[in-house]
């Protein structure tokens, strides 16, 4: 099973995939993780990425589509995948789609998390990560239950705020996703796949609603 989660920084993509992933044995391809792991390496790519994620543009096409290359085609022993931001250009729809058909797969689902640009920014600005496992948190939302360790993997490390999370970033991400990600909604209700959940809710309640949608027995 391939899936996309389509939305606006914020909407809760990362969190929903990294639960899809324990539930049904996929693998999580997020190009944002990707290049923030370049960075951190200070590989060639990172350094290139670097100043354009702070500013909250889009990396070139290219670079992220030969990360996503490299991923699909060594798969390991994933049922499939959670595309979470990624594509985020019709150019890259493209390429996705090119991949998977050269790999003999197909996308499943395509899921629009949708959420409100006024409940964006107080999700960005308090969210933060372990930085050993990425557990995901949310200062308001969802703390970790002891404030000096992680829930998941107990690692008391520290946790990550990420550099990006910010409000005059946020507002070109708004403008990038509007511009150049938006259209990948028409182009996916075009074939038939796109389906729409919104993304208000508590997470247990978001993700129920995208398991009723790709796995109706459940
Ligand atoms: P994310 O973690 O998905 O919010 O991505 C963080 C940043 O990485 C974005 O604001 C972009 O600068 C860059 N990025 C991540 N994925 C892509 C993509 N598919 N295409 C272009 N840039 C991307």
């Keep these: 099973m391939n899936i996309i989660l389509l939305g606006p920084p914020g909407a809760g993509k990362g969190t929903q995939a990294r639960a899809l992933c324990d539930e049904y044995g996929l693998m999580q391809l997020s190009t944002g993780d990707m290049l923030r792991e370049a960075k951190k390496s200070q590989s060639e790519i990172g350094k290139r990425a670097a100043s354009i994620m702070a500013k909250g543009e889009l990396v070139t096409d290219d670079v992220v589509i030969a990360l996503i290359a490299n991923k699909i085609t060594e798969k390991e022993d994933a049922q499939g995948f959670i595309f979470d931001g990624f594509p985020r250009t019709l150019n890259q729809a493209d390429a996705l ?51 000096r360790s992680c829930d998941i993997c107990g690692s008391t490390e520290s946790f990550n705020f990420r550099q990006d999370d910010n409000e005059d970033s946020l507002k070109t991400r708004l403008l990038a996703y509007y511009r150049d990600t938006s259209p990948l909604i028409g182009f996916y209700h075009a074939k038939r796949i796109l ?19 790709v796995d109706p027995d459940f």
Excluded: W
């Excluded at 409100?116 to 372990?130: A, H, P, Y």
């Excluded at 389906?195 to 949608?213: A, E, H, T």
């Design 97 to 147: 789609e090119e991949l998977l058909l050269t790999t003999g797969q197909s996308l499943d689902h395509v899921i629009e998390l949708f959420v409100d640009d006024s409940k964006l920014i107080e999700r960005i600005v308090g969210r933060f990560s372990c930085t050993n496992c990425g557990e995901l948190y949310h200062k308001l939302t969802k703390p970790p239950k002891d404030e």
């Design 195 to 213: 389906r729409k959940i919104d993304g208000l809710g508590s997470i247990d309640d978001i993700q129920q609603d995208i398991k009723n949608l």
